[in-house]
């Protein structure tokens, strides 16, 4: 049963602090998404992945994000220094590039609260 | 700018009857649209897609429409369950770019 696993499921730390969120995207994929969903906001894309190369991070706030793929069984997302704005669930998916469309497959999801 | 607008936020439908929820979009470039489903405290699952070069795409109790000319995309679900009960994104991309996603649209199947 292939699945994206994120871990840890929740994390409430306070602000100023380093958090780090890990994903498994499914054997296979070649491209990994992080999104953060906040009430206001939606499904807000991060940034994404193709084949472990950054494609595209222009929804991150540069000076405190970073997104990484160490190798193709792990994706990162780091907030340093985290605040309180940044709480919200936080999303991975994978996905396989197809010629027609290209349905993505969620992880569970990470909650985040920054006191 | 919203690309993908689900303008309603919620949505109770009885059970046993047919659930619409709508989604608009403003560019004409996408190709590929889909809907996600949503439980609490679960990440988003894949329902259903349509191209578009087709106008309709049906899998079981859903049936998903596209309207190029109104830019307009509805899931319909009959007949409606419980089950159903969770908030519904419409998503769409250009090629393979990611998915936009709309705001979602929370649906309640009253017993």
């Known amino acids: 049963d292939a699945r994206v696993t994120q871990t840890p499921r929740h994390k409430v730390t306070e602000m100023g602090q380093e958090v780090t969120m890990r994903c498994q995207p499914i054997l296979g994929h070649n491209t990994v998404f992080w999104y953060r969903q906040t009430m206001m906001q939606g499904l807000e894309l991060l940034a994404y992945?193709?084949?472990?190369?950054?494609?595209?991070d222009s929804g991150m706030p540069k000076d405190r994000f970073s997104a990484e793929m160490p190798d193709a069984t792990l994706a990162t997302l780091k907030i340093q220094p985290s605040e309180p704005r940044d709480s919200a669930v936080y999303f991975c998916?994978?996905?396989?590039?197809?010629?027609?469309?290209?349905?993505?497959?969620f992880g569970p999801g990470t909650r985040l609260t920054v006191l | 700018d919203q690309q993908v607008k689900q303008n309603s936020p919620s949505l109770s439908v009885q059970e046993g009857r047919i659930s619409i929820l709508n989604c608009d979009y403003t560019n004409s470039m996408f190709d590929y649209f889909l809907w996600y489903k949503k439980y609490p405290a679960e990440g988003p699952t894949f329902l259903i897609s349509i191209s578009s070069i087709k106008d309709k795409n049906e899998d079981g109790r859903f049936t998903v429409f596209l309207n190029k000319s109104a830019k307009h995309l509805s899931l319909h679900i009959v007949p409606s369950q419980p089950g159903d009960s969770a908030v519904y994104f419409c998503?769409?991309?250009?090629?393979?770019?990611?998915?936009?996603f709309g705001k979602g649209t929370r649906l309640s199947v009253i017993a």
């Open positions: 998916a994978s996905g396989l590039v197809r010629l027609e469309g290209n349905e993505q497959f």
């Open positions: 998503a769409a991309s250009v090629g393979n770019t990611p998915l936009v």
């Open positions: 992945f193709r084949n472990r190369a950054p494609l595209d």
